[in-house]
């Protein structure tokens, strides 16, 4: 069947039928910048609503070498073994200005890449973060309804990638290096504050004891931070390559579900993502309004230079291009 061809029904149906290419060609219509293609993923997503929301949304995070890829190869392989159906989402800032990316690549998760029950999509490229995080909320949605129980979307921590992924998941996992002190200081504050489960990986061999150690430490360094829910941070170490600890981490992600659940949080933690996600679509969108508005374009400039050279102070100047913008609507 040609493109040319693909209606919204056919789509969702065959996203339904968990047909592999036609997920994949939803998820490519997100992705793309024509408003038409954008505009069929809309329509086919509206149609799937009644589908989603089924999975275990699971964010998993940690800087280039700590074992991300290594570490959903082998979660990703047990939790198949024991009957679920995988996707592997990744948020990957650094694409976009390198044009190269650290994550998401399909090599990177050879043995999982190839298994019928899982299913890897790498970082979208193009955009900000925000257009890169609305591909991926999509996404998730349209795997949901593809039948995927589990999604695990991941992330590298630049900039404020944890942020936007915190937003879309119930479970949010950090992995960190073993060698407490230097990491320990290097670590943003905020990702702990975002951490529900902060795991200490490659605690083999020689580096038990060093991941103990730092276990121990990001076990002190939450005790003082402030929790907004009823879940306390819980830390561990694992081993990607040993599967050590890999069962206790996926039970604690289980318990962490399981408690959401009957406190209520997991409902209304899902109600302030989807509130907070159409919100930013309207900062974007209206944003884009007033920037790519051709009337506006030459007061912008203007304005721009009365701040620079102090002429106007930045809120006067905000305000007169906002009321612009609101008049020329
Ligand atoms: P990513 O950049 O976070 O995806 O990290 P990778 O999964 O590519 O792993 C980086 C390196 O660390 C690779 O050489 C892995 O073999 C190694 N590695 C990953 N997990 C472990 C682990 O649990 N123990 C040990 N010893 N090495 C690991």
């Given at each position: 069947?040609?493109?040319?061809?693909?209606?919204?029904?056919?789509?969702?149906?065959?996203?339904?039928?968990?047909?592999?290419?036609?997920?994949?060609?939803?998820?490519?219509?997100?992705?793309?910048?024509?408003?038409?293609?954008?505009?069929?993923?809309?329509?086919?997503?509206?149609?799937?609503?009644?589908?989603?929301?089924k999975a275990m949304r699971v964010g998993i995070?940690?800087?280039?070498?700590?074992?991300?890829?290594?570490f959903?190869?082998a979660l990703g392989?047990s939790l198949?073994?024991k009957g679920h159906?995988v996707?592997?989402?990744?948020?990957?800032?650094?694409?976009?200005?390198?044009?190269?990316?650290?994550?998401?690549?399909?090599?990177?998760?050879?043995?999982?890449?190839?298994?019928?029950?899982?299913?890897?999509?790498?970082?979208?490229?193009?955009?900000?973060?925000?257009?890169?995080?609305?591909?991926?909320?999509?996404?998730?949605?349209?795997?949901?309804?593809?039948?995927?129980d589990v999604i695990l979307v991941?992330?590298?921590?630049?900039?404020?990638?944890?942020?936007?992924?915190s937003?879309?998941v119930d479970c949010y996992l950090v992995l960190m290096?073993?060698?407490?002190?230097?990491?320990?200081?290097?670590?943003?504050?905020?990702?702990l504050e975002l951490a529900d489960i902060i795991a200490v990986n490659?605690a083999?061999?020689?580096?038990?004891?060093?991941?103990?150690?730092?276990k121990?430490?990001y076990q002190?360094?939450l005790s003082?931070i402030?929790q907004s829910g009823s879940w306390k941070p819980v830390t561990m170490t694992c081993?990607?390559?040993?599967g050590d600890g890999l069962e206790t981490l996926w039970q604690t992600v289980r318990d962490h579900r399981r408690q959401l659940i009957d406190t209520g949080e997991l409902v209304e933690r899902r109600?302030?993502?989807?509130?907070?996600?159409?919100?930013?679509?309207?900062?974007?969108?209206?944003?884009?309004?007033?920037?790519?508005?051709?009337?506006?374009?030459?007061?912008?400039?203007?304005?721009?230079?009365?701040?620079?050279?102090?002429?106007?102070?930045?809120?006067?100047?905000?305000?007169?291009?906002?009321?612009?913008?609101?008049?020329?609507?």
């Amino acid at each position: 069947m040609g493109r040319a061809t693909l209606t919204p029904e056919t789509l969702a149906y065959g996203v339904m039928a968990r047909e592999r290419a036609m997920l994949s060609r939803a998820i490519t219509l997100t992705e793309s910048t024509l408003s038409t293609h954008r505009e069929l993923a809309q329509t086919t997503l509206q149609q799937l609503l009644p589908r989603t929301g089924k999975a275990m949304r699971v964010g998993i995070s940690g800087v280039p070498g700590v074992g991300k890829s290594t570490f959903i190869e082998a979660l990703g392989l047990s939790l198949i073994e024991k009957g679920h159906r995988v996707a592997v989402l990744a948020i990957d800032p650094s694409s976009q200005r390198t044009g190269g990316s650290i994550l998401g690549d399909k090599t990177r998760m050879a043995a999982l890449s190839i298994n019928d029950n899982a299913y890897i999509r790498p970082s979208p490229t193009s955009g900000h973060l925000g257009g890169v995080a609305r591909v991926t909320r999509e996404s998730l949605l349209l795997c949901e309804a593809a039948g995927y129980d589990v999604i695990l979307v991941e992330t590298v921590g630049v900039g404020q990638s944890e942020t936007v992924v915190s937003e879309m998941v119930d479970c949010y996992l950090v992995l960190m290096l073993p060698g407490a002190g230097d990491e320990l200081q290097g670590i943003k504050k905020g990702v702990l504050e975002l951490a529900d489960i902060i795991a200490v990986n490659k605690a083999d061999g020689d580096t038990v004891k060093d991941a103990e150690q730092a276990k121990a430490a990001y076990q002190r360094a939450l005790s003082i931070i402030q929790q907004s829910g009823s879940w306390k941070p819980v830390t561990m170490t694992c081993s990607a390559v040993t599967g050590d600890g890999l069962e206790t981490l996926w039970q604690t992600v289980r318990d962490h579900r399981r408690q959401l659940i009957d406190t209520g949080e997991l409902v209304e933690r899902r109600e302030q993502q989807r509130v907070r996600w159409m919100w930013s679509m309207v900062d974007h969108s209206v944003l884009a309004s007033l920037r790519n508005n051709a009337d506006l374009h030459a007061l912008i400039k203007q304005t721009e230079l009365s701040v620079r050279q102090q002429k106007t102070t930045p809120p006067q100047a905000a305000n007169e291009l906002v009321s612009a913008w609101a008049a020329a609507l």
